[in-house]
């Protein structure tokens, strides 16, 4: 089982930037995809960015250039660089990993997600 460690969430002004962080723990040899989903309230649960472990990229259509993501993948750590953020950003973002690799062999290749953290956007 992965723990998520999230931080970097907070207000920020329309047009302004802001910088989240995930920290994987647990015993984990390795992490197929991991990146970010967004909820706004009333809204389903949206795929922001995902970086595969050879490097490829996924970007929601809304992003747009806005927004980047890079893995660590030593460190099992993933942060997403938002710029020009919007009122529409405003969600709460979710740390995700997709198929795990534990230390002991054994592995999950199920969906998880972090507790979230809230990003307002607002002036």
């Known amino acids: 089982q992965v723990q998520f460690v999230e931080s970097g969430g907070g207000l920020v002004k329309p047009g302004g930037s802001l910088r989240l962080s995930c920290q994987i723990s647990?015993?984990?040899?390795?992490?197929?995809?991991m990146g970010w989903y967004r909820q706004a309230a009333g809204k389903r649960r949206e795929l922001v960015a995902v970086v595969v472990s050879d490097g490829a990229r996924d970007y929601g259509d809304f992003v747009k250039g806005r927004f980047t993501s890079h893995r660590d993948l030593h460190k099992n750590m993933v942060t997403l660089q938002m710029n020009k953020l919007e009122p529409e950003d405003t969600a709460v973002y979710y740390c995700?990993?997709?198929?795990?690799?534990?230390?002991?062999?054994?592995?999950?290749?199920?969906?998880?997600w972090g507790q979230g953290t809230q990003v307002p956007v607002s002036s």
């Open positions: 647990g015993s984990v040899h390795s992490i197929y995809r």
């Open positions: 995700y990993t997709g198929g795990v690799t534990y230390r002991d062999g054994t592995s999950y290749r199920g969906e998880s």
